[in-house]
């Protein structure tokens, strides 16, 4: 008993040891990763591919989902302090709070500053069963989808930190910054799975690891040449005064309201004349909040007067004026960048959209008496509804531009909805006079706020109070910028070109909602049962036999089958590639159809012209291989085959052909979805051997596929989802009616537009989905390269994954397109 009770005590000393090791080693893990984060965000841009690798590789450890969410906890606090510790200070200096008391507080609220590292460690913990790679996408898809769901306070993702790297950060212009937090996911991602693997399973991952970011440069520096190489547009010549004014409330209380005015008013007016005398400026931009008082809204007859000498001020200089100011209404007062033409006065006023917490609003759920008396700084501005455009006068042209102030900027949605309403330029309004002392948050904004050129192509200029102004051009290069806390005008030369809408226009921030998607249909999957594992005999009995469906190919006919459906496929993806280009300026329905047409039915029905004559069903029965065709019964006794030899290549779907006893192969081969399982039954000897990728991967093409998967039901029956309701639509907005057209023109043309509406959308639906199944295919083959093992369950799932987008997916987004009008 008592040797017992030691033996036991002993071992809890070393699991506790043990513990302590573990919990050791999680931190210094931790540590490792925030000090990469930290250089990382100070420009070295290339740590970003290995900055969470120590911490992925603690993470991979066997911990309980508790330890997982106290890991990533500290890693959230770990990566706010290395990214943002300059916050703390800014904080104290802003409120007055200790400055010990604002890191805590900074600790403190680093899971609501950055959740999506919690949910990127939850999710990969959850999914520690499945594939590393599945895994790995899940972890990242759930990143993507919480920074999507819950923006961050300054709008940061973790590829911004990518910024130096010119060409790399052209990749934002396909989808927004979050495509950069994807690659840089996938590579630490993948150096994880190497570092974990040995020998030449390694190989794979470092592969895909050096690969994407070769990729990426390559498009970056292709898309660098072609933006130089489109038509160059008018130049614009701007003048950003920046006076360093900053301490206006101490202003107000030593001198007053009126003589604060009085004193910015004619500093910006002598700063503004030098610039348009001497530099010859084009169009005048002054900070947010510059005109501290209600433009054209006077509270005293000296506001009025005020208000009449800026417009007259515009007037003499013949350039037009952008300044930042308040406006009020019924509602509350707004931020609001005031537009103010030379020949016709007033334009009007943008208000701001994204309001900074705590400090300019508070949010209607926080808004107590008891939080207004702690927090005395709270502003009660109201937000605006969204992105407007404004005329901006260059001699007798107007360029029309969006005006974004301050944390408006960190939203692509309001820059992305400005290019869509036909803006050719970024006007950037900010006070970060806050980043006085702290110029690492105004380099954070300034990069930030780059984005947004590279993302809709716009060139781009910021006025700040006291720093950084710039001016950045459609490559989110800045070509001119000013020092923190300088008085200056910085003059610029913005150079217009006609270019059309990059796809992150055309199509919003998609990364987000598309993780989100596919983390809900991975869930829908999992509860479907789609990826559960199953026990399947290796090889069926004589008793049951197993019915093939097979074609006979000689080579003739199996490399007229393969290059026939080869065009198709490609002439799929082609077709889909040229449509989401041309989503701003679709092709008709007709040329559409034609299209298809000749590109994807002719070959498709030519393969199942040859395919239809080499049809057989296949089974081994009674001893023999039988194979029953459309003309005749072929039985081969298995004691006459020696082996079979599978296709390397399964195209167009796996094959086999047996081997003779008597030498030799037969002369047909048998192409089947279950050529590896056949083959099993004929004979154990496969010659010559495949590898187990290989061997794997003709496994996983040998997936049943389901009933919904028929083309009659996927690709006829099926569209009248989306194309009844359209078709609907239409004949309410052409002829009034949901018969209008059957009622003016007759049964046959009322028909013929319902049959031309099918169609379209039948076509738009196999587009859609050759797209699905070929993202599924290129996954399937990489889940093959990393972990054969895993190839079955992987393609099961993708392929789940893609039905749930394909037959859930368009209905819901055709629903959400008719419900948002």
Not at 29 to 40: F, K, N, P, Q
Not at 109 to 133: D, G, K, N, T
Not at 137 to 152: G, H, T
Not at 616 to 632: K, S
Request: include cysteine.
């Amino acid at each position: 008993m008592g040797a017992h009770s030691a033996a036991t005590r002993r071992g809890h000393v070393l699991t506790h040891a043990g513990r302590g090791r573990g919990v050791a080693l999680l931190l210094l893990a931790t540590a490792a990763s925030a000090l990469l984060v930290a250089l990382y965000a100070r420009g070295a841009w290339a740590l970003g591919f290995v900055a969470l690798l120590p911490w992925l590789l603690a993470l991979d450890r066997d911990m309980s989902v508790a330890r997982t969410l106290a890991a990533a906890l500290a890693m959230s606090a770990a990566f706010v302090l290395a990214a943002f510790g300059w916050f703390a200070p800014a904080i104290s200096a802003y409120t007055g709070t200790p400055t010990t008391a604002a890191f805590a507080l900074l600790v403190a609220a680093s899971p609501v500053l950055q959740p999506q590292i919690l949910a990127y460690a939850i999710a990969r913990r959850l999914a520690h069963r499945y594939a590393p790679a599945l895994r790995a996408a899940l972890a990242i898809a759930a990143w993507l989808a919480v920074e999507w769901v819950m923006p961050r306070l300054f709008g940061d993702t973790f590829g911004h930190g990518v910024y130096p790297a010119r060409q790399l950060r052209q990749l934002a212009d396909l989808g927004g910054a979050g495509l950069l937090t994807l690659l840089l996911l996938a590579v630490n991602e993948a150096l994880a799975i190497a570092l974990r693997s040995r020998g030449r399973d390694a190989m794979a991952p470092v592969a895909v690891a050096l690969a994407l970011p070769l990729l990426v440069a390559g498009y970056g520096a292709w898309r660098i040449a072609s933006l130089h190489a489109e038509p160059a547009g008018p130049r614009l010549r701007v003048g950003l005064v920046q006076a360093s004014i900053v301490d206006y409330e101490q202003r107000r209380r030593e001198h007053g309201a009126y003589a604060v005015v009085r004193d910015v008013l004619d500093t910006h007016f002598a700063l503004s004349t030098d610039a348009v005398a001497e530099q010859g400026v084009d169009a005048l931009i002054w900070p947010e909040t510059v005109y501290p008082t209600t433009f054209r809204q006077p509270r005293s007859a000296g506001g009025a007067a005020l208000d009449a000498e800026l417009v007259a001020f515009t007037a003499r200089a013949g350039v037009p004026l952008v300044f930042g100011t308040y406006e009020r209404d019924s509602n509350g007062e707004y931020n609001v960048a005031a537009f103010v033409d030379p020949l016709r006065g007033p334009l009007g006023a943008y208000r701001k959209t994204r309001l900074f917490p705590l400090t300019e609003y508070v949010p209607p759920a926080l808004d107590t008496p008891a939080l207004r008396r702690a927090l005395p700084w709270s502003g009660t501005w109201r937000p605006g509804d969204g992105a407007r455009v404004f005329p901006l006068r260059n001699g007798d042209d107007e360029i029309p531009v969006v005006p974004l102030i301050c944390r408006d900027d960190v939203d692509p949605r309001l820059a992305i909805d400005g290019a869509r309403l036909g803006a050719r330029l970024i006007v950037g309004l900010s006070n970060d006079a806050w980043f006085t002392d702290h110029p690492r948050g105004a380099e954070l904004h300034l990069v930030v706020a780059a984005f947004r050129s590279i993302e809709t192509r716009l060139p781009q200029v910021r006025a700040t109070t006291n720093g950084i102004s710039a001016v950045i051009d459609d490559t989110g290069e800045v070509i001119a910028r000013s020092r923190m806390g300088e008085r200056t005008v910085l003059t610029g030369d913005v150079q217009l070109r006609e270019h059309a809408a990059p796809p992150a226009v055309r199509m919003g921030t998609w990364p987000g909602p598309l993780a989100l998607a596919a983390l809900a249909a991975f869930l829908v999957s999992r509860w479907l049962g789609i990826f559960r594992r199953k026990r399947r005999p290796s090889t069926p009995t004589n008793d049951t036999p197993v019915v093939h469906r097979a074609l006979l190919l000689g080579t003739p006919q199996r490399l007229a089958v393969g290059a026939l459906r080869a065009c198709s496929r490609i002439g799929v993806l082609a077709l889909g590639a040229v449509a989401l280009a041309r989503l701003d300026n679709p092709a008709g329905m007709l040329a559409q159809l034609r299209q298809f047409a000749w590109v994807v039915l002719v070959p498709e029905l030519a393969a199942f012209v040859v395919a239809w004559f080499a049809a057989a069903r296949v089974r081994v029965d009674g001893g023999a291989l039988v194979m029953d065709t459309r003309r005749r019964r072929i039985e081969i006794p298995l004691r006459s085959l020696v082996g079979a030899r599978l296709w390397r290549l399964p195209w167009p779907r796996p094959g086999m052909r047996p081997v003779l006893a008597s030498g030799g192969a037969w002369p047909q081969a048998i192409a089947t979805d279950g050529a590896v399982a056949l083959a099993g039954a004929i004979t154990p000897v496969i010659d010559p051997p495949l590898g187990p990728r290989s061997l794997q991967w003709q496994r996983a093409l040998a997936l049943p596929g389901w009933r919904i998967d028929h083309p009659l039901i996927k690709f006829v029956l099926f569209p009248l989802v989306p194309a009844l309701p359209a078709f609907r639509l239409h004949q309410h907005i052409a002829y009034g009616g949901t018969f209008g057209e059957y009622y003016t023109f007759g049964l046959q043309a009322y028909l013929g537009a319902l049959l031309l509406w099918w169609a379209s959308w039948a076509v738009s639906l196999v587009l859609i989905a050759g797209g699905l199944r070929a993202i599924a295919e290129i996954l399937s083959a990489a889940v093959v390269l990393l972990r054969p093992v895993a190839a079955v369950e992987a393609r099961r799932g993708l392929l789940g994954v893609a039905r749930i987008l394909y037959f859930i997916g368009v209905p819901l987004w055709l629903l959400s397109r008719l419900l948002g009008g």
